[in-house]
């Protein structure tokens, strides 16, 4: 049985992780909370370097940044080739970076249909629509895939420091919008927050026989603040485009 000593309870000794999106936001806090608590090595990926390199100064020994577009498969498995030849495995992979795409702000307050239809076709176009999908769920997907191997790996490895019996796992950074009838945010993005939210559900019984666990995140966002009086909450950080 595990101690419920706060100071073990939220060890993680040894654990090396993956985490898109980790140079800001939710990304970057989940970096330096893993960094604070044992883990051996953090890997952050995303597009800026002056980003990342910032964010690994908080623990240059564990948290490691590394250059990368998720949404290119070819960066994804450079990514992979070059974290298996460095440790060989990881525990942990966080699917954690998004985009908003085409925003209700772009809308005028009550507009009328005809409002909305001319402001929509003139300010949001097909690839922007698309492309929220493409780094919100199609992103998420092929990451997840690109990082299996090395997952079935922290499976197959003992770990050091009393990690034995913790699965490998992937969390993917969903949202409370994607739960949300009324569109405060866009269309396309909480759409694809529901998407990837399914496919998380649909990855975690594909990979249940391997031992890799899936699970989303629904944190709040900056979107969502307008329903606070209905949901009691929301708030989040705007940079972090969950």
């Not at 044992?38 to 370097?49: E, F």
Request: charge should be positive.
């Amino acid at each position: 049985m595990a101690s419920p000593d706060a100071a073990t309870l939220f060890r993680v000794p040894g654990l090396v992780a993956v985490i898109t999106g980790g140079a800001t936001g939710l990304g970057l806090m989940m970096a330096k909370a893993l960094a604070s608590n044992g883990a051996s090595s953090v890997y952050i990926i995303g597009r800026r370097l002056d980003r990342l390199s910032a964010a690994a100064s908080f623990s240059p020994s564990v948290i490691k940044p590394i250059v990368g577009d998720v949404t290119s498969k070819a960066s994804l498995a450079s990514i992979a080739q070059r974290i298996a030849s460095e440790v060989g495995h990881i525990d942990l992979l966080v699917c954690n970076s998004g985009v908003g795409g085409p925003a209700m702000s772009d809308i005028p307050k009550d507009a009328s249909l005809k409002q909305f239809r001319d402001a929509v076709w003139e300010k949001w176009s097909m690839e922007d629509f698309a492309g929220t999908y493409a780094t919100n769920i199609s992103a998420v997907f092929f990451t997840a895939v690109a990082f299996l191997e090395l997952l079935d790996a922290g499976n197959k490895r003992e770990r050091e420091g009393g990690m034995r019996g913790v699965a490998s796992q992937i969390v993917i950074t969903g949202s409370i919008a994607a739960y949300i009838r009324v569109v405060v945010s866009g269309f396309a993005y909480v759409s694809s927050k529901a998407g990837v939210t399914q496919m998380a559900k649909a990855l975690s019984t594909f990979l249940a026989p391997h031992g890799i666990r899936v699970n989303t995140l629904a944190p709040g966002c900056e979107y969502c603040v307008p329903l606070g009086k209905v949901f009691d909450g929301g708030g989040g950080d705007a940079d972090a485009r969950i």
